[in-house]
């Protein structure tokens, strides 16, 4: 049975994410100058353009790795340009990495559970005091992590160490770990890159079941296909600004697009 994925709780009307006028410099480089976006609660949102334009940088500052130079960061309306990451988790904001990075030794179910967020065995006196209380959630968080390696199709690797994982496996293995968080929204770094196409399609189903129960999904992808299946709008980023923004088809015919990602051949 697969694990039902976290609801949505914004308020109507909020942008799950959004940024204003965002700029981030590195020495005299601005690797993002002036981003405004903004993501509806529910939606799925690309992020793309060629390598090198700022995307991850986004993420990043998105995400609360970097701090912006200007501008400002909101999650579900509510500025964060000045928090941390795991604030900005505890808040509903969950990301996911271009390449995965599992702890190779500990089981796929052990991988999942660290993502768990304010779980009681956190703080030094239940675990004195109230052991009997610690050990049930941990049990609890256990049976959560199996349920979402089910819904992700890896239930059947659930006791064996993460080095076993194909590429692939390893992005739904962060798909799973993200979810364990139960953010209301997640920032998707590159799902399709270095996965064959059988496990592709597990993914994007995956997406797809996940953003039906309301999950918001910001994505940054190059493969155009997925993109469009995914994607409602995306938005497009060249050498750290924003040059377009519409729907997948619209913007694949639109020429400042087709020169930022050819060059002057196009």
Known sequence: MHAAPPTLSDAPGTAAIETRNVVKRFGGVAAVDGVSLAVRPGEIVGLIGPNGAGKTTMFDLLAGRHAPTSGEILVAGRPVQHEQAHRRLAAGLGRTFQIP????????????????????????????????????????????????????????????????????????????????????????????????????????????????RGVTFLVIEHDMDMVARLCGRVYVMAAGRLLAEGAPAEVARDRRVVEAYLGGAA
């Open 101 to 212: 990075r599992p702890f190779p030794e500990m089981t796929l179910t052990e991988n999942v559970m660290t993502a768990a967020q304010r779980h009681v065995g956190e703080a030094i006196l239940p675990n004195l005091f109230r052991p009997g209380r610690v050990a049930a959630a941990e049990r609890a968080a256990a049976e959560r992590a199996r349920a979402l390696l089910d819904f992700v199709a890896l239930g059947h690797l659930a006791d064996q160490p993460a080095r076993v994982l194909s590429g692939g496996q390893r992005k739904l293995l962060e798909l799973a770990r993200v979810m364990m968080a139960e953010p209301a929204t997640i920032l998707l770094d590159e799902p399709a890159a270095g996965v064959n196409r059988t496990l592709l399609g597990l993914i994007v189903d995956r997406i797809l079941a996940v953003n039906a």
